[in-house]
């Protein structure tokens, strides 16, 4: 028989069917060639697979190992022991062998009696093909050691290659089983020391999968033994090639030592200890005039440096991967940095809005980047899918608001690696508005550390509700003191304790009617039910130390087109070690377990009514507080965050493009920047497709005096005929027409106004004016957006 083909498999349903298919292509007598597969005591199904395909061709047999090895290289050694063939030939199950490839080297061997004949390889990396490790030049004049020399220089290490079966029993060549990379180096490095006559052809041996091995590299972890493997490559071939005057080092250690450093930076187990870096620093320092000879990038320079340094902790902090996290308001991301910082090195690039930036600094941050983090899926993530480099990976993390602007619409998702989602109703909503695919898109909740909160088993809170967050009116406040007045019916000891700014202390509240209403309402109901003594107004507080004597927080909200995106009162409710109680809106089915959720004021308060003893009480809170440990906690989201970064290796050509920039503009009305806001004020003239039957998006952003007051500043419409617009007020001045008061409460911070103009409205003209003279306010940024 002339070859023998091995192929080790492990857990290979799902990436061996390529190889299985051009296994049976193969042009070349069954009677000369054997294929003998080897499992590794797969638990997927693999061997089952193999079996069911070898009934069908007699000249392929299975082994399976008696345990599990952990790699390739045993299971290559017992293919080679039950091996018939006169010429090796190693694939791996993932790879693809041409038709032809047994021929082609069976005859160059024959002709030329060659030890190892190896050929060069296509890469397909799913989308297209192109060769590799090709040797362009003639090698027929060159003596044994140059041919070594030019394979070890113009070829990875790759497995596929024919190799006489009497060369390997002679020397007892063997697969190092010890080493969990580097071992094919090794292998290699073995044959060519002993063959006599080494052959390369010009012919395409296997197609390498790459997108297959990439998503294998998802699992790839790098760390103390595989920095001690590299180690032992390297100066094994050094010293095994050298018996053929070969120097390792200089033909092949550039290469070596950036994989190795590149793979510590993506692969990172953080298990690297002192020992193991001072092993490696003595190799670099004792090869350092060599290394300091190789062509690396500033990356890869400033890594060396803490080794030439001798640095350990310098180098601990140099390996880490480059994170940058951008958007305009990240008080969701920050209080998890510290944690992330454990395993990245962070960049802040704070915008100053929506799609205000200083551009510059980005453009710094995207070059030393490798992840860039998008916290919102506003103008920050529509910049960087316009910027980001191939070497780089893109992640957004979108909440609620974003899905009501038109931003989505401009990203270029085919540049984004992963886009997150609160919750599982906004990661639906998400594919829904965007059309990414569903691969694209993953879950990645809010979090919170439930550790902090202070618990109490004081009996009263058994009486104590609690509503974080009353405005907008979506909120549901009213129901809340729906659901308060049906307890006190039965007990009067229950009180309902509100957390939160009131709607007088909010101008964008306080001057929209329809809200106002909607808390007048909510106070004629407390005094026609006699709750002022039931209901007790506490405002802003510490929710960690408040919440201990709050047996029942609770989520009222309206169910709408899009409702809350995750709410988290609930959950600091359970962190407490109380209860969260939620009114059915939709999704909170995917945030909370369904014991929590009613569907009715009526069946909440007989809940709550029912929970009329501490062990009761604490046995039914049990789940919640488990769920937030488990699911919501710091831990659970970096975890997440960072296996996401790690998988997250591939890219969606069938992803959306973004919108071309005539459609872009056509959203975006005006964009203002650093402009002084005077009486005269700053007009907006505004096109004919926004004067009418449709919702305006005014975001803005003030830079306030010291003596700026409320109501100090507004924004007006002219409007061609007086039909009303929500939440604006007509003004006696002809000059002002419809007005609504601007949040000059706080400086800095961006404010959102919702202008709804109905097909009756025809508003030619907006104007931002300075009402009060004596304030100094400057207009940070102005957007404009049409819907």
């Known amino acids: 028989m002339d070859i023998s083909i091995i192929i080790p498999c492990y857990n290979a349903i799902g990436k061996i069917e390529a190889c299985i298919a051009s ?17 590794d005591c797969s638990k997927d199904g693999t061997l ?3 079996n069911e395909q070898a009934a069908q061709h007699p000249n392929w047999k299975i082994l399976q190992m008696s345990q599990n090895s952990g790699s390739p290289s045993e299971p290559r050694n017992l293919g080679v022991s039950h091996a018939l063939g006169e010429y090796i030939f190693f694939l791996d199950c993932d790879d693809e062998i041409f038709s032809d490839t047994l021929a082609v080297h069976i005859q160059a061997s024959q002709q030329k009696n060659a030890d190892i004949v190896r050929g060069y390889l296509i890469v397909n990396d799913g989308n297209k093909r192109f060769p590799a490790n090709r040797i362009l030049e003639n090698l027929d004049s060159l003596n044994k050691r140059e041919i070594i020399e030019t394979i070890i220089r113009k070829q990875s290490t790759t497995v596929p290659s024919l190799i006489k079966h009497s060369l390997l029993k002679k020397h007892q060549i063997t697969w190092r089983s010890d080493l969990k990379m580097g071992e094919d180096t090794i292998y290699l490095a073995d044959v060519l020391s002993v063959a006599d006559n080494v052959i390369y052809i010009d012919h395409p041996t296997f197609i390498y999968n790459k997108k297959i091995n990439e998503e294998a590299s998802s699992t790839q972890s790098y760390g103390s033994r595989e920095l001690k493997n590299h180690l032992t490559v390297w100066q094994t071939a050094q010293e095994k090639l050298a018996k053929q005057g070969v120097d390792y080092y200089a033909v092949r250690l550039q290469v070596g030592l950036q994989t190795a450093i590149q793979s510590i930076i993506a692969y990172n187990r953080f298990d690297i200890s002192k020992k193991d870096f001072a092993e490696l620093s003595d190799f670099i320092n004792k090869n350092k005039k060599l290394i300091e000879s190789f062509n690396y990038n500033k990356r890869v320079k400033d890594i060396l440096k803490e080794i030439y340094h001798k640095n350990y902790l310098g180098f601990l902090e140099a390996i880490k991967l480059r994170m940058v996290v951008a958007g305009y308001d990240l008080k969701f991301i920050t209080p998890v940095l510290p944690k992330l910082k454990q395993y990245y090195q962070i960049r802040i690039d704070e915008w100053a809005g929506h799609n205000s930036h200083d551009e510059q600094y980005s453009e710094n941050c995207l070059k030393w980047a490798e992840i860039i983090f998008c916290e919102w899926m506003l103008g920050n993530a529509v910049w960087y899918s ?3 480099k191939e070497n780089q990976k893109l992640f957004i993390r979108m909440h609620r608001f974003e899905l009501t602007t038109p931003w989505f619409k401009q990203i270029d998702f085919t540049r984004v690696n992963r886009v997150f989602a609160v919750s599982l109703y906004f990661f ?51 129901n809340a003191l729906k659901l308060l007045n049906n307890l006190v019916q039965k007990n009067k000891k229950y009180r309902l304790y509100v957390y939160g700014k009131m709607p007088e202390e909010l101008p964008w509240i306080k001057n929209n009617p329809e809200e106002m209403a909607y808390f007048n309402e909510c106070k004629q109901f407390i005094k026609q039910n006699n709750l002022s003594q039931h209901v007790i107004i506490k405002g802003w507080v510490n929710v960690k130390t408040e919440l201990k004597n709050i047996g029942f927080i609770l989520s009222t909200s309206d169910n709408e087109k899009i409702p809350e995106s995750f709410h988290i009162a609930p959950a600091d409710g359970f962190s407490a070690g109380n209860q969260g109680v939620l009114l059915n809106w939709n999704g909170a089915e995917y ?7 009613f569907d009715s004021l009526e069946l909440m308060a007989e809940h709550i009514y029912a929970q009329n003893t501490l062990n009761k009480f604490n ?5 919640g507080l488990e769920l937030i440990q488990d699911r919501y906690s710091v831990e659970a989201f970096v975890k997440q965050l960072r296996r996401q970064f790690h998988i997250s290796a591939t890219l969606f050509p069938t992803a959306p493009a973004p919108k071309e920039e005539d459609a872009v503009n056509r959203n975006c009305l005006i964009e203002i920047n650093n402009h002084k806001l005077t009486s005269e004020g700053i007009v907006i003239e505004l096109p004919k497709e926004a ?36 939440g604006f007020k007509p003004s006696d001045l002809k000059e002002i027409g419809l007005y609504k008061y601007l949040n000059t409460t706080v400086s800095g911070q961006s404010h959102f106004l919702e202008i709804t103009l109905s097909k009756a409205n025809i508003v030619e003209q907006l104007k931002l004016i300075l009402w009060h003279k004596d304030a100094d306010i400057e207009l940070i940024n102005i957007n404009l957006i049409k819907l």
């Open 48 to 50: 089952a697979y193999l």
């Open 619 to 623: 046995c039914y809170n049990q789940q």
């Open 591 to 597: 945030i909370y377990p369904p014991k929590y959720i």
């Open 386 to 388: 316009q910027r980001i």
């Open 691 to 726: 004067q009418s039957n449709c919702k305006l998006i005014l975001e803005y952003r003030l830079k306030l005096s010291a003596n700026t007051k409320v109501n100090a500043a507004l924004v007006a419409l002219k409007s061609a005929n007086t039909e009303p617009v929500p």
């Open 428 to 478: 639906e909503k998400l594919i829904e508005y965007t059309r990414i695919p569903r691969s694209q898109a993953c879950l990645l909740p809010n979090y919170l550390n439930s550790n902090d909160y202070d618990r109490s088993e004081n009996e009263e809170k058994l009486f104590n509700l609690g509503i974080i967050g009353t405005l907008p009116s979506r909120k549901g406040y009213l």
């Open 23 to 39: 296994l049976k292509q193969i042009d070349y007598p069954d009677s000369q060639y054997e294929i003998i597969f080897v499992d």
